[in-house]
């Protein structure tokens, strides 16, 4: 289920104007849904958007907790002027000079870890005439399966092959 942020201060949605479906590129992995994509969010009379979360005492996430972080980008408009923007994870890079394709998704996605409060920025270069902008986020909190493994016989494929 996919929940959208509501009055996220300093951000504004960005109109579908071109009510242009959201096609997923053949080797996307994540898929996620055409209607998750036509919406996103840029900052107002800003040339940088920071988000932040945190693990609570709830999740029982132990001493050094992992995350696994996927940001989707897409841009919906026709857009004459360039966008470009950093994306860093806790001040650490994961693209430079990125700029989202018109209503085909581009997925970033990396590990975060540690118990403490995590932050992601989108900063525009100077180059960028435009804010940044995100449709979409999911984190994922990743946990060790300690249980034993199957069996090697259990996953053998026979064929592999492509329609």
């Known amino acids: 289920m996919w929940q959208r942020y509501e009055n996220v201060d300093g951000w504004t949605d960005v ?21 998750v994509m036509r ?24 001493v050094d907790p992992k995350f696994f972080l996927v940001l989707y980008f897409a841009e919906l408009e026709a857009v004459q002027e360039l966008r470009q923007f950093d994306v860093s994870v806790d001040n650490n890079p994961l693209a430079s000079a990125f700029s989202p394709k018109f209503l085909l998704p581009t997925v970033l996605s990396g590990i975060v870890q540690g118990s403490n409060e995590h932050s992601i920025s989108l900063v525009a270069t ?33 064929s592999s092959g492509y329609f």
């Open 15 to 35: 109109p579908n104007k071109s009510n242009g479906e959201i096609k997923n590129s053949t080797n996307d992995n994540y898929d996620a849904p055409s209607a």
């Open 126 to 158: 100077s180059n960028s005439a435009l804010q940044p902008l995100i449709s979409a986020m999911e984190i994922y909190m990743l946990r060790p399966v300690n249980e034993s493994t199957t069996d090697s016989l259990d996953g053998i494929c026979y």
């Open 39 to 62: 919406s996103a969010s840029i900052p107002v009379n800003d040339s940088r958007m920071d988000l932040s979360w945190s693990s609570d005492s709830s999740m029982n996430v132990g």
